[in-house]
């Protein structure tokens, strides 16, 4: 079982930013995918970013060079920093953990709501 606790998330204008948390209950490993997904008012949940303990790094094409994803494994922390955010960003943001790329095995933080603003 892996507790997934998300934070920072609130409101800002167009062209802000801000920065997703989410504390894991334990350590990443390097096989371990971290991820960060959306889910806006009748659309389905979708992928923004993911990254494994070893560093590999993925970027939705709608997100690719304003978001950035990182860890800080000292912390058993995941992070999103947003930039120039638009208000087609404005979606309940989920932290995600899979044991390895291949595994079905899924946990979920609670969602933390991130609503920009025009």
């Known amino acids: 079982q892996v507790r997934l606790v998300e934070s920072g998330g609130g409101l800002v204008q167009a062209g802000g930013s801000l920065r997703l948390s989410c504390a894991a209950s334990?350590?990443?490993?390097?096989?371990?995918?971290m991820g960060w997904y959306r889910q806006a008012p009748g659309k389905q949940r979708e992928l923004v970013a993911s990254?494994?303990?070893?560093?590999?790094?993925r970027y939705a094409e709608s997100v690719k060079g304003r978001f950035t994803i990182s860890y800080e494994n000292a912390k058993n922390m995941v992070y999103l920093q947003m930039n120039s955010l638009k208000p087609e960003d404005t979606a309940v943001y989920y932290c995600?953990?899979?044991?390895?790329?291949?595994?079905?095995?899924?946990?979920w933080g609670q969602g933390t709501q991130v609503t920009v603003s025009s």
């Open positions: 995600n953990f899979r044991p390895s790329p291949f595994s079905t095995d899924t946990y």
């Open positions: 990254i494994t303990g070893g560093g590999t790094i």
């Open positions: 334990r350590r990443i490993f390097s096989i371990n995918v």
